[in-house]
């Protein structure tokens, strides 16, 4: 076994991994940041999710770095690809016009962008990136966590000891390792008062997983996949709160829960710079083709592309038979391989059933010209090559945020809590999808809201910190903060924080505490572009 010392280990090449990455080693320090896969980027990338972001994105509401990503993915389509001249003059260019986000775009354009984003970084020998390494101990001594140890693609271990510890895994995976008191699944209501909150606490009730694939479409070839191992489960299994079967284009309207028809029709001949993507009018979510698409051929010089590509992240392959989370004493290691393997054999016979028995428009069946994208995921099976988690293991933070704190018939389409330690801003709706407790969606209106440093802060631990989807929020309110622009933005925050207890020679819990070192560090923050305050607007 091997060892080497950093300044800050970053556990997690997400995109809250990465964005911590680049404003530690900006500031100079030395960074090694590991990942579990082959791919930075996290949901963006090895889960192929597109950004969820909220409507006011492109004028504000996300961190200069977060823009400076947007905008790279952009300027790598000007670039690259054959875009006709009017998509080429597009300020708010938007690569696969899905109606999802502005900035629809596929996983591989987005890796090479992170990947130039962090070079000059690696260049100056200031960062450090292990892929296929994966957390497997956390050496503790009392309050500090003082090593991770990770093991390699080759079964070879690595012990990595730095000053700070960052957990930037999609499941909160060095919070049970390290031993830092956290939450998983849903609070009691009682807990913080929360009125979408169960009456019990349930620490085995979690968002569903979605293993997504990318699709393009080919009149009059064959595709059609081998038939999948669980097929005749998934195509009979009925939900008790679905309208219909769970492979079908029925699904309950995740705001109303009113059953819904979506319509599927791959190609479609409408111009795609017609299309606006702004979820406070219209989540885009009824027309399956064009809510996820990441390549719009339309916008190309004609003949570029055959067909355009789209995502599939949809209501029909959303996984929530078992937790796909290790708990202590609910869920165990083989069970986790277990709902892995499922959660797969769905979204394969989601496919099947696309290509052999979906309805057509024109009053046929299947759509065998349907073309499973490995080439977009860079998988063996042509799914992502990690799921795309929603829920994650949650530390209990010196100040967790709550449904009382952004729900907007709560507060009020003005209100939202203001935090003298605010670090960042989001928005998003709550949005909670069908879950492994039996839960049906809860997708409800919130407000734009702040991030108050004290949710990056654990009771206990003084150096491990959150940098991804594990800050101190409940399973209510994870649901508007799970999403791209804020794991960045938390990401990045405590790539700064750990930084700048570096150089002070002071703790995160000390800069929480006293006053004049949380303005010098919230003056460091508005210096690299993270904003912490909404203009006027209001929640929708």
């Known amino acids: ?269 409408t111009d795609p710079l017609a299309v606006s993507a702004d979820q406070s009018a219209d989540a885009g979510d009824k027309e399956l083709w064009g809510f996820r698409r990441i390549l719009a051929r339309g916008l190309h010089q004609p003949g570029s592309f055959d067909s355009d590509i789209t995502l599939v992240n949809w209501p029909l392959n959303d996984y929530w038979l078992m937790p796909a989370l290790e708990i202590d004493g609910g869920v165990d290691a083989a069970e986790v391989r277990t709902a892995l393997h499922e959660a797969k054999q769905l979204s394969l016979s989601v496919l099947y059933w696309l290509q052999t028995e979906a309805p057509r428009h024109d009053g046929g069946t299947g759509f065998p010209g349907l073309k499973l994208r490995n080439d977009i995921t860079g998988t063996a099976d042509g799914l992502a090559k990690a799921p795309y988690i929603r829920e994650s293991r949650r530390i209990r933070a010196k100040r967790t945020v709550t449904e009382r704190d952004v729900a907007l018939e709560l507060v009020g389409p003005a209100g939202g809590t203001r935090y003298p330690d605010s670090v960042g801003i989001g928005s998003y709706r709550i949005d909670l999808h069908a879950s492994t407790g039996g839960d049906n969606y809860l997708d409800v209106a919130s407000v734009p809201f702040e991030i108050p440093l004290g949710a990056l802060l654990p009771q206990r631990v003084r150096n491990l910190l959150p940098a991804a989807k594990n800050l101190g929020t409940t399973h209510i309110t994870n649901g508007c903060f799970r999403l791209h622009p804020v794991e960045w933005n938390v990401g990045e925050v405590s790539g700064h924080l750990a930084g700048f207890s570096l150089r002070n020679g002071v703790e995160p819990h000390q800069v929480h505490a006293e006053t004049k070192l949380l303005e010098s560090f919230t003056q460091e923050l508005d210096r690299a572009g993270v904003e912490r305050r909404w203009p006027d607007i209001r929640g929708y």
């Open 1 to 269: 076994m091997s060892e080497r010392e950093t300044e800050i280990l970053v556990v997690g090449g997400g995109l809250g991994g990465v964005a911590a990455a680049l404003a530690a080693t900006r500031a100079g320090h030395t960074v090694v940041l590991t990942e579990e896969t082959d791919w930075i980027g996290g949901q963006l990338t090895a889960q192929a999710v597109p950004p969820d972001e909220h409507p006011w994105i492109e004028r504000f509401g996300c961190t200069a770095s977060y823009r400076e990503l947007r905008e790279g993915i952009r300027a790598y389509y000007r670039r690259a690809y054959p875009l006709r001249a009017e998509a080429l003059r597009q300020r708010e260019l938007n690569p696969g016009a899905g109606r999802v986000s502005k900035l629809c775009h596929e996983p591989r354009v987005a890796l090479a962008v992170l990947q130039e984003l962090c070079q000059p970084q690696l260049a100056a020998g200031l960062l450090t990136i292990l892929l296929r390494h994966k957390p497997i101990r956390a050496h503790v001594h009392g309050d500090l966590v003082e090593a991770i140890t990770l093991a390699g693609p080759d079964g070879a271990e690595i012990t990595v000891r730095a000053a700070y510890i960052l957990d930037a895994t999609e499941s909160g995976d060095l919070l049970p390792m390290a031993g830092v008191e956290h939450v998983t699944g849903a609070e009691a209501a009682a807990e913080h008062d929360e009125p979408h909150a169960p009456d019990l606490a349930d620490p085995l009730n979690l968002q569903g997983i979605t293993y997504c694939f990318a699709l393009s479409h080919h009149q009059g070839e064959n595709h059609v996949i081998d038939r999948p191992e669980m097929y005749s489960f998934w195509r009979t299994y009925r939900p008790e709160f679905w309208p219909g079967p769970l492979i079908g284009f029925s699904a309950p309207d995740p705001r109303t829960l009113e059953p819904t028809e979506r319509t599927f029709r791959p190609n479609p001949d």
